[in-house]
């Protein structure tokens, strides 16, 4: 095998990813990949190439498929040595713009918890049909915690 090339997992594991969105990226041809020995191998200059694309700068903030979801529920993906991990679904009704500024303060949380090296989670799909957006966190409960503190302040009375 070239020295230069990587498996599935090896390349989701270098983008912080499901090796399923390896898998998705590969059949859509965001990134290149040729079998060899019936297993799919992704030259290191090809993932390189799509990160360095804009689609890949924006990953983490793209909304993603209600496919996508059912990662949330791979015990593999989620391995951690924290003794509580919670994942849970939030779903926010969009009747304004502040959406734009609720998923900003939600990814300083994310960003400020990945930088403490802490494994999380987190994800949201927008759904037009229902002026809904979807989001799903994953990790301990401090986390979840700074998570909901943020919620708080977009919580109406009704």
């Known amino acids: 095998m070239e020295q230069n090339s ?21 059949s859509g041809g965001k990134i290149s990949a040729q079998k060899i020995a019936g297993s799919w191998r992704i030259n290191e200059e090809s993932l390189k190439a799509y990160v360095d694309s804009c689609e890949a ?14 990662i949330f529920m791979d015990s593999e993906y989620f391995d951690s040595e924290e003794v509580i991990q919670i994942c849970t ?13 609720l998923l900003k303060e939600v990814v300083g949380v994310v960003a400020d918890h990945s ?3 802490k494994k ?9 049909a229902d002026n ?18 943020v919620m708080k302040a977009y919580e109406k009375n009704t």
């Open 6 to 26: 990587m498996t599935i997992d090896e390349a989701a594991d270098k983008l912080g990813v499901h090796p399923k969105t390896i898998r998705r990226y590969i």
């Open 57 to 70: 700068t924006e990953h983490t903030h793209q909304p993603v498929s209600k496919d996508d979801f059912c």
């Open 89 to 101: 679904i939030v779903d926010y009704y969009v009747y304004d713009d502040s959406v734009k500024q």
């Open 115 to 117: 930088l403490d090296n």
């Open 120 to 128: 999380s989670r987190f994800n949201y799909v927008y759904d037009d």
């Open 132 to 149: 809904k957006m979807r989001l799903v966190f994953w990790g301990a409960p401090s986390y979840i915690g700074k998570i909901i503190e």
